[in-house]
């Protein structure tokens, strides 16, 4: 049995020791194909492909050899670097290259393994000069992929840059990127990690830079937004708070509170931030448009209340607001529309009111049946211009030409109902209406 053990033992050596002559054939064959390839870049480009795969292949063989993860760093490193130089000049670097899939990022994975393999000062000193030369590769080729929209692959490619960072800091080596660079790094990466709906890598990111007060306003607002969706707004309102009082006049904090008063539904408090934001930006039609949305359910909310004085005036309001929208942009068909509902809703609770009265036929109840009535008709006589003005902008908005079929319809004029009826049945069978009605 000892000598059959012994045996397995000198076969498991003698095959480890093939292994390794096999890497270190491979990782000269690298070698060579790469410095034929630094000869003479645009004309050896085969040569890069012949490398890739050796060093490939000499990783797989040893990968505890040191120089072989170093060589394969440097290989991928070239290649990633054509493709940045490339993006930068448009020479056409590019063309005749090897394929292969985030290639910064794998050198920087190459040159990790060669530091932590690494049995001789050479090779330590080749895996840190290695990382620290691609670190401006990686930075760059994440941001045209940022730009690009890849925002998955920019995040993987700042993350690289992070580490690279971290890696030769640890080691006592100097970086590229100094304190201030290394968190505005980290607000990228949160950034591309958001875009890329990466949330909870975003979230540590944006934390990070919260927890130590970074001077970025934007890093409130993103936070803020990742916590409502995990939790609610209002557990999540503190960091907004926290960001306006340390940015009073951000105006992207100002908005994300709007907006967070919006979801809430909390019309009061809203108005006085809209009036704030529509002083920083007078020509925001939407603007106007929102604070007339939130006149308008104070308006209903008082009704429903009777208050009735204080319902009335807060019509008014609203409706300013919405006609100040349409001035500033009078194609906002939002405003537009609007307007109109608001007339065409109180039209609506008219009506119930006056159905109350319809079996009243004393010559009294008549009389107050028909004066309600007229108050009805008038009503959506008011509505009429409004979504007259929106279906010139979106003939084809369905909201619209429902409201304009029913307007005509309780005005009698069944002609105009059954115009409006068809177009609307020719948007929901899939169609589109070329051009306005001309119902003037």
Same mark, same amino acid.
């Given at each position: 049995?000892?000598?059959?053990?012994?045996? !397995?033992?000198?076969?498991?050596?003698?095959?480890?020791?093939?292994?390794?002559?096999?890497? &270190? #054939?491979?990782? #000269?064959?690298?070698?060579?194909?790469?410095?034929?390839?630094?000869?003479?870049?645009?004309?050896?480009?085969?040569?890069?492909?012949?490398?890739?795969?050796?060093?490939?292949?000499?990783?797989?063989?040893?990968?505890?050899?040191?120089?072989?993860?170093?060589?394969?760093?440097?290989?991928?490193?070239?290649?990633?670097?054509?493709? $940045?130089?490339?993006?930068?000049?448009?020479?056409?670097?590019?063309?005749?290259?090897?394929?292969?899939?985030?290639?910064?990022?794998?050198?920087?994975?190459?040159? #990790?393994?060669? !530091?932590?393999?690494?049995?001789?000062?050479?090779?330590?000193?080749?895996?840190?000069?290695?990382? *620290?030369?691609?670190?401006?590769?990686?930075?760059?080729? =994440?941001?045209?992929?940022?730009?690009?929209?890849?925002?998955?692959?920019?995040?993987?490619?700042?993350?690289?840059?992070?580490?690279?960072?971290?890696?030769? $800091?640890?080691?006592?080596?100097?970086?590229? !990127?100094?304190?201030?660079?290394?968190?505005?790094?980290?607000?990228?990466?949160?950034?591309?990690?958001? *875009? =890329?709906? +990466?949330?909870?890598?975003?979230?540590?990111?944006?934390?990070?830079?919260?927890?130590?007060?970074?001077?970025?306003?934007?890093?409130?607002?993103?936070?803020?937004?990742?916590?409502?969706?995990?939790?609610?707004?209002?557990?999540?309102?503190?960091?907004?708070? +926290?960001?306006?009082?340390?940015?009073?006049?951000?105006?992207?904090?100002?908005?994300? @509170?709007? %907006?967070?008063?919006?979801?809430?539904?909390?019309?009061?408090?809203?108005?006085?931030?809209?009036?704030?934001?529509?002083?920083? @930006?007078?020509?925001?039609?939407?603007?106007?448009? $929102?604070?007339?949305?939130?006149?308008?359910?104070?308006?209903?909310?008082?009704?429903?209340?009777?208050?009735? @004085?204080?319902?009335?005036?807060?019509?008014?309001?609203?409706? @300013?607001?919405?006609?100040?929208?349409?001035? $500033?942009?009078?194609?906002?068909?939002?405003?537009?529309?609007?307007?109109?509902?608001?007339?065409?809703?109180?039209?609506?609770?008219?009506?119930? &009111?006056?159905?109350?009265?319809?079996?009243?036929?004393?010559?009294?109840?008549?009389?107050?049946?028909?004066?309600?009535?007229?108050?009805? !008709?008038?009503?959506?006589?008011?509505?009429?211009?409004?979504?007259?003005?929106?279906?010139?902008?979106?003939?084809?908005?369905? %909201?619209?030409?429902?409201?304009?079929?029913?307007?005509?319809? /309780?005005?009698?004029?069944?002609?105009?109902?059954?115009?409006? /009826?068809?177009?609307?049945?020719?948007?929901? %069978?899939?169609? *589109?209406?070329?051009?306005?009605?001309?119902?003037?």
């Amino acid at each position: 049995m000892k000598k059959l053990i012994l045996g !397995l033992l000198a076969v498991a050596l003698v095959v480890g020791a093939v292994h390794g002559q096999d890497a &270190k #054939k491979l990782e #000269k064959e690298a070698n060579r194909a790469l410095g034929k390839y630094n000869l003479d870049q645009s004309g050896n480009k085969a040569e890069l492909a012949v490398a890739m795969t050796a060093s490939d292949k000499a990783v797989e063989a040893d990968a505890n050899m040191g120089a072989a993860w170093n060589t394969r760093g440097n290989v991928y490193s070239a290649i990633a670097t054509q493709l $940045v130089t490339d993006r930068q000049l448009g020479m056409g670097l590019s063309e005749g290259l090897p394929e292969a899939e985030m290639p910064a990022v794998t050198a920087f994975d190459s040159y #990790k393994m060669g !530091l932590e393999k690494a049995l001789k000062k050479f090779e330590t000193k080749d895996a840190v000069k290695g990382i *620290q030369g691609l670190m401006g590769t990686l930075s760059n080729q =994440g941001i045209f992929d940022y730009e690009d929209g890849n925002y998955v692959t920019a995040y993987t490619h700042f993350v690289a840059l992070l580490n690279a960072h971290e890696l030769l $800091v640890d080691n006592g080596e100097e970086s590229g !990127l100094k304190t201030e660079d290394y968190n505005r790094q980290m607000y990228i990466t949160g950034l591309a990690a958001m *875009q =890329g709906q +990466k949330m909870d890598e975003a979230e540590t990111y944006f934390q990070k830079l919260y927890d130590m007060e970074y001077d970025e306003p934007a890093i409130y607002e993103a936070l803020y937004t990742l916590k409502a969706k995990k939790t609610s707004p209002e557990d999540a309102y503190a960091i907004l708070e +926290k960001g306006k009082e340390k940015y009073p006049d951000d105006i992207s904090l100002l908005f994300a @509170e709007i %907006n967070h008063y919006l979801k809430l539904g909390k019309s009061a408090e809203l108005i006085d931030k809209l009036g704030r934001a529509i002083e920083a @930006e007078p020509e925001n039609a939407s603007l106007y448009s $929102v604070m007339g949305n939130a006149h308008e359910t104070l308006y209903q909310n008082a009704a429903e209340a009777g208050n009735t @004085e204080e319902a009335a005036e807060l019509f008014d309001k609203a409706l @300013e607001w919405y006609d100040k929208a349409k001035n $500033v942009d009078p194609t906002n068909i939002t405003a537009i529309y609007s307007a109109g509902a608001l007339y065409y809703n109180k039209a609506a609770q008219l009506t119930q &009111k006056m159905l109350e009265m319809q079996d009243d036929y004393s010559k009294e109840g008549i009389e107050r049946y028909n004066k309600m009535r007229d108050e009805v !008709l008038g009503e959506f006589e008011n509505a009429l211009p409004y979504f007259k003005q929106a279906e010139q902008i979106d003939p084809n908005d369905l %909201n619209t030409l429902i409201a304009l079929k029913e307007i005509f319809a /309780k005005k009698d004029d069944l002609e105009m109902s059954n115009e409006f /009826k068809d177009r609307l049945e020719n948007v929901q %069978n899939g169609g *589109q209406n070329e051009s306005y009605f001309k119902n003037e």
